[in-house]
């Protein structure tokens, strides 16, 4: 007998979520327990499963309704008795596939279902989603031809832009047996039967100016290549670095400026760092500290190529240690401040 599963549970949802609520749980524990964010990490690789497995019956209208009604009497890990074939949903036949949802995430290849998934709906019972079907035994594995990616970059990356190097891995159809695991009667050589294959890629590509933490590059014919020849677009998730010297607010900069307490009050010029090199400003004589000095252009680029400025926020120090010279100075600049 197999044994029964919450899938409110492993999504951390109630009976009663919405299916809004319930895309949304499946969204964040995806991106958590993806396998290209967990190299290696086995017990992050069976949590995908059931998460996947979880989501494709809470989020199929049919299929949670039959799970709640044949579902409601038992506890997870007690034994299950199996629905009457009659009731069962979907098709037989288990096999793995590719998931796409509507944001354009590609949440990759999930594993075959539980034995308590098919003995209550049959197999897969998968939607009739636009996939090119690859794999072996009689079953499928499908895969999505576009792909997604994450492209990390600093402040001064998207101050430049410019070309940038990629690599990444993934996972294509094989092109000795076309995905399908076996040539001439026999298992693949090529690819062990599997009908796929690992690849890594290294790319270049031409960022442009005035790229945003959360933007997305599309890459026409970047992604994965399927059995037919088609070739998929490559995705790219911009994230931006947080940079502990400079805050982001909007399309200027601001950072803080360490400023001796003489040239605070008799003016300098002093060094400024920015992102994409340092920059000489003129302090104004009598600075105080919190003063907020702008220096025109030097913020992030804008798409009209134009940039946002830089805010430098003074910070008067004192020195820790002095001569006993400075000590003198600075009492008899105390006493005439005094006398005045």
Request: overall charge positive; glycine content about 14%.
């Amino acid at each position: 007998m197999p044994k029964f599963i919450d899938y409110y549970s492993i999504l951390g949802v109630p009976k009663t979520a919405s299916e809004a609520e319930i895309k949304s749980a499946y969204r964040k524990l995806a991106m958590k327990h993806h396998p290209d964010r967990n190299p290696g990490n086995k017990e992050s690789e069976s949590k995908f499963k059931e998460i996947n497995e979880a989501n494709e019956v809470l989020s199929d209208p049919k299929k949670r309704q039959t799970y709640n009604q044949l579902g409601k009497d038992w506890r997870q890990g007690q034994e299950f008795t199996p629905p009457p074939a009659g009731n069962r949903a979907g098709r037989p036949g288990g096999y793995e596939y590719s998931y796409q949802d509507s944001g354009g995430q590609d949440f990759g290849q999930f594993g075959n279902f539980s034995e308590f998934f098919r003995s209550m709906f049959g197999g897969m019972g998968a939607g009739e989603g636009d996939f090119e079907g690859y794999g072996q035994g009689g079953g499928r594995q499908a895969a999505q031809a576009d792909m997604e990616s994450e492209l990390h970059l600093s402040l001064a990356d998207i101050i430049r832009g410019g070309q940038h190097a990629l690599t990444f891995s993934y996972k294509s159809a094989c092109p000795d047996c076309g995905g399908h695991g076996r040539t001439r009667n026999r298992t693949c050589p090529a690819c062990g039967g599997a009908g796929q294959m690992s690849e890594t890629r290294d790319i270049r590509v031409n960022l442009p100016r005035g790229l945003r933490n959360g933007a997305r590059i599309r890459l026409k014919g970047q992604g994965r290549r399927l059995p037919s020849g088609r070739t998929g677009d490559l995705f790219l998730n911009i994230y931006v670095a947080a940079n502990p010297d400079f805050a982001v607010e909007g399309d200027d900069l601001e950072t803080r400026a360490r400023v001796m307490a003489w040239d605070a009050v008799l003016g300098a010029e002093i060094s400024i760092p920015a992102p994409d090199g340092a920059v000489r400003i003129k302090l104004p004589p009598g600075s105080r500290s919190g003063r907020r000095l702008r220096i025109s252009g030097r913020g992030l680029p804008r798409k009209d190529g134009s940039r946002g400025d830089l805010y430098v926020v003074t910070h008067i120090d004192i020195p820790s240690e002095l001569t006993t010279r400075q000590n003198e100075l600075f009492k008899k600049l105390k006493d005439s401040v005094k006398g005045q």
